[in-house]
């Protein structure tokens, strides 16, 4: 089936030590999202690519950053992680479509911070 | 400004009730409208969409929603409402003020209990 996967489900990261986590998708979709999603609180969106074109967030800060080599793979990495950084985050995709078109969810990272 | 309101932080009911989950928004254009599901511990699952067209959208898992533009709503609704039910519900809405139009503008959540 087509999918939107991530790894890992859980991480678990020391205060400053950088962690990277990975998402792919087989729905080949020229959109791809980052979100953060705190305590079962609204999904906060980081950044999105639109196929290469990346689009960063206001009020994303600059510990996390996003890579994405192919149309099938997306990585967040955060290069510094802090206590207020422990969170879930979600990959999703979508077509373009103008805001028009629904969102793919992976299951999601849940990251720790020690 | 642009929002969406969920305004019930939770909902329960009884098992085979119907259910309605409530949302009203505000948009500098014309709504496109979205609810979410998420499951405990997994990521969001799309459930329906308005964009143009008829007011009632049919979902999966046999959800629909009504729209309302009069009393700019999007309620989401359910016949009769099963256990597996019970998870967190989101609203959400394009937003225009993104100038990619690809950012959504989330309702806070609605937790739906049902019970057995």
């Known amino acids: 089936d087509a999918m939107v996967i991530q790894n890992p489900r859980y991480q678990v990261t020391q205060f400053g030590k950088p962690v990277t986590l990975s998402c792919s998708q087989t729905l080949n979709h020229n959109v791809m999202y980052w979100y953060q999603q705190k305590s079962s609180q609204a999904p906060k969106l980081l950044f999105h690519y639109y196929d290469k074109d990346f689009n960063n967030e206001a009020d994303t800060p600059d510990n996390f950053q996003s890579r994405r080599p192919n149309t099938s793979f997306c990585f967040l990495d955060i290069r510094s992680p802090g206590l207020g950084d422990a969170a879930m985050y979600l990959c999703a995709t979508s077509r373009d479509g103008g805001g028009l078109r629904e969102q793919y969810f992976g299951p999601g990272t849940r990251l720790t911070v020690t | 400004a642009q929002s969406v309101a969920q305004p019930e932080d939770q909902v329960n009911v009884a098992e085979g009730n119907p259910l309605t989950v409530k949302c009203t928004y505000s948009?500098?254009?014309?709504?496109?409208l979205f609810w979410y599901v998420q499951y405990p511990n997994r990521g969001l699952q799309f459930l329906l969409k308005?964009?143009?067209?008829d007011n009632l959208v049919k979902g999966s898992y046999g959800f629909e929603a009504e729209f309302n533009k009069s009393q700019t709503s999007f309620h989401l609704k359910k016949p009769s409402a099963l256990v597996s039910d019970s998870a967190l519900y989101f609203c959400?809405?394009?937003?225009?003020?993104?100038?990619?139009?690809?950012?959504?503008?989330w309702g806070l959540g609605t937790s739906l209990a049902v019970n057995p």
């Open positions: 308005y964009i143009t067209g």
């Open positions: 948009v500098s254009g014309n709504p496109y």
């Open positions: 959400a809405v394009r937003d225009y003020n993104a100038g990619n139009n690809r950012k959504l503008i």
